[in-house]
Nanobody, 127 residues
């Protein structure tokens, strides 16, 4: 059984930093696309950043240069380092994974195509 568990959310002031973690267990396949989605109140869930099993990364334009996704395969943990946070980054952040050769199409495919999800961790950025 695949489990994804996020941690590290919280409240910060604009310009601050947070690091989110996603501990994964039971993943059934060596090839994957994993990433972070976020959903702000009354907005659709959006893909923020993705990484595949080769370590290739991609970022939404809104977070490029501020957010960094990484993974520690030894710890089966995915990270999201968020710097220079803005109020518009306020959202529930979700870790997600899907069996895939890479992350091609991750930003425009239905989020339900990611079969594995964590419970989410809240990030609040105040101005």
């Amino acid at each position: 059984q695949v489990q994804l568990e996020e941690s590290g959310g919280g409240s910060v002031q604009a310009g601050g930093s947070l690091r989110l973690s996603c501990a994964a267990s039971g993943y059934p396949h060596p090839r994957y696309c994993m990433g972070w989605f976020r959903q702000a109140p009354e907005k659709e869930r959006e893909g923020v950043t993705f990484i595949d099993s080769d370590g290739s990364t991609s970022y939404a334009d809104s977070v490029k240069g501020r957010f960094t996704i990484s993974q520690d395969n030894a710890k089966n943990t995915l990270y999201l380092q968020m710097n220079s946070l803005k109020p518009e980054d306020t959202a529930m952040y979700y870790c997600a994974a899907r069996v895939a050769w890479d992350c091609y199409g991750a930003y425009w495919m239905p989020s339900r195509d990611f079969g594995y999800w964590g419970q989410g961790t809240r990030v609040t950025v105040s101005s």
